[in-house]
């Protein structure tokens, strides 16, 4: 036997110690749950491309955010898919107070006051041409856009949100929507900046689900290129001094990297939306008995955790919870 006076080993010998001594935990706190909502009654609408995630109609999302909750996720990001007949040039639907998303935030509210509404503001569900702002001649304006976001992140305040997103990637937004808010006495409602959005091919399956995909070109000019790291900085200097609460990085997975130098640099909690691409890949691999699912579960949400993720929006969020009651 050679002579070892440190062998790292000693600290793995066991499940006790192995727990014991583990440097990143995991628990339902960490997990933000995104689900997606559609008209009528007694509907559930499984996506095909991402297995065991529904569109939900208003009365059966109630019945899944009971579950959840019992199972210990208390924070909720739900996505509108909006009626073809109700999406236009400028995303007026966006901002009817009336309307399916607005609705669902309330009656969440009225049943569970407890739970966290995260609420998304992007005009694209809205958007005949489905882009995140307004289109004039093959051109996305930005600050003609604001007003529309502004109008937008109103009616999800005054509905019961406890936190709105914009995850448009206008230049000027976080700020815009803080007057916005704030001129109306919303003061306590927060912002989660999509700070670092890139223009990712990791979003099909999500748009799958919302029937939100660009009518033309791609999203280039405004979410971000994914051979850039130092631009993130950019952003997040500027979402953090325009007044948000969180810092967003968007995929998670291929953007570990972006999560940690974003965590390194700002005091604010770091967000990572793992994608519902990644969320596809891992559960295609698995049902193909190429990898072994919840580990491969386990193991991505905790290496976003580990690069200095804050909180995770993640599709596997029930089925974490599921397994910990394991």
């Excluded at 003061?187 to 989660?192: D, P, Q």
């Excluded at 810092?247 to 965590?263: R, S």
Aim: hydrophobic share 40%; charged share 25%; with cysteine.
């Amino acid at each position: 036997m050679i002579e070892l006076t440190r062998r790292p080993r000693r600290n793995r010998q066991s499940a006790a110690i192995r727990d014991m001594v583990a440097e990143t935990t995991l628990s339902t706190k960490d997990l933000i749950f995104p689900m997606f909502l559609t008209e009528g009654n007694q509907i559930q609408q499984p996506i095909s491309s991402m297995p065991q995630i529904s569109r939900w109609s208003i009365d059966l999302l109630l019945k899944e955010i009971e579950q959840c909750l019992n199972l210990g996720i208390r924070t909720f990001a739900p996505f509108p898919n909006v009626e073809d007949k109700y999406k236009d040039k400028y995303a007026t639907e966006s901002h009817n107070p009336d309307g399916l998303y607005p609705k669902a935030i309330r009656e969440i509210k009225k049943f569970f006051p407890e739970a966290c509404l995260i609420t998304d503001v992007a005009m694209d569900p809205y958007s005949a041409d489905g882009h995140d702002g307004i289109v004039e001649n093959g051109e996305i304006l930005n600050d003609a856009t604001l007003e529309i976001l502004g109008k937008m992140a109103l009616t999800q305040a005054e509905a019961g949100a406890d936190i709105v997103a914009p995850s448009d990637m206008m230049d000027g937004r976080v700020g815009y929507l803080r007057k916005v808010l704030d001129a109306k006495g919303y003061t306590h409602v927060g912002i989660m900046a999509y700070t670092a959005k890139y223009a990712s091919s990791f979003y099909g399956p999500f748009r799958d689900a919302l029937n939100s995909a660009p009518k033309f070109g791609d999203k280039k000019t405004y979410q971000m290129n994914p051979a850039n790291a130092k631009e993130a900085l950019l952003e997040a200097q500027l979402d953090a001094a325009e007044g948000a609460d969180f810092l967003m990085v968007k995929p998670a997975l291929p953007y570990l990297d972006i999560i940690k130098l974003l965590a390194d640099n700002f005091p604010l909690p770091i967000a990572a939306y793992n994608v519902s691409g990644e969320y596809a890949m891992i559960k295609a691999a698995a049902q193909n008995g190429w990898i072994d699912g919840e580990r491969a579960m386990v193991e991505s949400l905790t290496s976003i955790k580990r690069a200095g993720a804050k909180v995770i929006l993640t599709y596997f969020a029930k089925e974490f919870a599921q397994w910990l009651k394991k």
